[in-house]
């Protein structure tokens, strides 16, 4: 018999439940920079600086900093539309 309902797995549930707290999470910072890229004391650039020291304090305490450094470069590129 064919199966007609199609039940998540354990770790499916779980990354599903990983990808909402992400997607909730960057929810969070687009409301706090979009907050401030309102506020006319706030260069965008001091905005850039910002986090850009706070994504380095982080990576400062991951072991596989050479390759996330790697992938953060590529999506910033790519969001920047640098390339």
């Known amino acids: 018999m064919g199966k ?7 770790g499916e549930l779980k990354e599903e439940n990983v990808t909402l707290k992400l997607l909730q999470m960057a929810d969070d910072i ?3 920079i979009l907050r401030h890229l309102s506020d006319p004391d706030i260069d965008p650039r001091e905005l850039v600086g910002v986090l850009s020291h706070r994504l380095g304090t982080l990576m400062n305490h991951l072991e596989e900093k050479a390759e996330l450094w790697y992938v953060c470069q590529k999506v910033m590129k790519k969001q920047a539309q640098l390339d």
């Open 30 to 32: 687009d409301a706090v």
């Open 4 to 10: 007609v309902i199609e039940f998540k797995t354990r």
